[in-house]
């Protein structure tokens, strides 16, 4: 079992930034890739970046050169830093990990263990 706590986030203004944090306890040697979700009211959780262990990285194309995931210096924090927010990206962010699956590309990745969200607001 693996537990993820979130925390970082809050309110800013447009153009402003944030580093969301997650924090994982548990059996993390087993985590082969973190990963960012987000959900805004009335949408679909969607995938925002995530990052293996090797340090392959993918991003969302909306985010892609405003967000970055750092590389993972150990399994159990991995950090979202937001710049140049905007309003559309208001949204509960949502830290995933795997469960140790071998890599064989984005595509075949499954979170199977989730955090329990924070708040995000980007006011314009």
């Known amino acids: 079992q693996v537990q993820l706590v979130e925390s970082g986030g809050g309110l800013v203004q447009s153009g402003g930034s944030l580093t969301l944090s997650c924090a994982a306890s548990g059996s993390i040697f087993s985590i082969n890739v973190m990963g960012w979700y987000r959900q805004a009211p009335g949408k679909q959780r969607e995938l925002v970046a995530a990052i293996t262990s090797g340090g392959s990285t993918n991003y969302a194309d909306s985010v892609k050169g405003r967000f970055t995931i750092p590389r993972l210096n150990a399994k159990n924090t991995v950090y979202l830093q937001m710049n140049s927010l905007k309003p559309e990206d208001t949204a509960v962010y949502y830290c995933?990990?795997?469960?140790?699956?071998?890599?064989?590309?984005?595509?075949?990745?499954?979170?199977?263990?989730w955090g329990q969200g924070t708040q995000v607001t980007v006011s314009s």
């Open positions: 995933a990990t795997d469960k140790g699956d071998i890599f064989t590309g984005w595509s075949t990745v499954r979170y199977h263990y």
